[in-house]
T-cell receptor, first 114, second 114 residues
Framework: AQSVTQLGSHVSVSEGALVLLRCNYS??????LFWYVQYPNQGLQLLLK??????LVKGINGFEAEFKKSETSFHLTKPSAHMSDAAEYFC????????????FGTGTKLQVIP | DGGITQSPKYLFRKEGQNVTLSCEQN?????MYWYRQDPGQGLRLIYY???????QKGDIAEGYSVSREKKESFPLTVTSAQKNPTAFYLC?????????????FGEGSWLTVV
């Protein structure tokens, strides 16, 4: 069984401030982890993914995430928020080995205040 | 451009009616998925298919049906047995299975019961 928990359904930051969106996972086998972004009324777009190659993963739009096995975390960060970052962000986990279902978190809505 | 096309974008259903949501992909992906998205609940898997003429139930398959007669197409029928069908529906696809492979999403379809 696998699961993800996203702490905070809503996060507000000022433009130019650090963005930190939290994701903790649970998996009985080595996981693959993803962050997706969803703009209003649209589908999800991949920001970045961890597939065990490197613990610090860089994605699009200046986002990055660090896999920390000891903390079972995969938090998403961006040094300086931009107005265009306002969206909903989803963390997702799947397990290695054959076909495995992808489990999504409940999402975090990011508000960027000018 | 390659991608996933969902239609219609907005659909209204009367009580007791079946409706079908279309999903077509030209990414040459073997696996396709249908997710339901409700506010605050993240994405929930309805059905998935790893190969033509084969599909499996996801977590919330009751009241839904699918077919996979062609690799490119994975239509979802919302039947009258689905008691609360108002939601945002997302079709997705990936290279066979989800073993670390990225899931690509369509733009989604809104279904409203009137």
């Amino acid at each position: 069984a696998q699961s993800v928990t996203q702490l905070g359904s809503h996060v507000s930051v000022s433009e130019g401030a650090l963005v930190l969106l939290r994701c903790n996972y649970s998996s009985s086998v080595p996981p693959y982890l993803f962050w997706y972004v969803q703009y209003p009324n649209q589908g999800l777009q991949l920001l970045l993914k961890y597939t065990s190659a490197a613990t610090l993963v860089k994605g699009i739009n200046g986002f990055e995430a660090e896999f920390k096995k000891s903390e079972t975390s995969f938090h998403l960060t961006k040094p300086s928020a931009h107005m265009s970052d306002a969206a909903e962000y989803f963390c997702a986990v799947t397990a290695s080995g054959g076909y495995q279902k992808v489990t999504f978190g409940t999402g975090t809505k990011l508000q960027v205040i000018p | 451009d390659g991608g996933i096309t969902q239609s219609p974008k907005y659909l209204f259903r009367k009580e007791g009616q079946n409706v079908t949501l279309s999903c077509e992909q030209n990414l040459n992906h073997d696996a396709m998925y249908w997710y339901r998205q409700d506010p605050g609940q993240g994405l929930r898997l309805i059905y998935y298919s790893q190969i033509v003429n084969d599909f499996q139930k996801g977590d919330i398959a009751e009241g839904y049906s699918v077919s996979r007669e062609k690799k490119e197409s994975f239509p979802l029928t919302v039947t009258s047995a689905q008691k609360n069908p108002t939601a945002f529906y997302l079709c997705a696809s990936s290279i066979a299975g989800t073993n670390g492979n990225t899931i690509y999403f369509g733009e989604g379809s809104w279904l409203t019961v009137v």
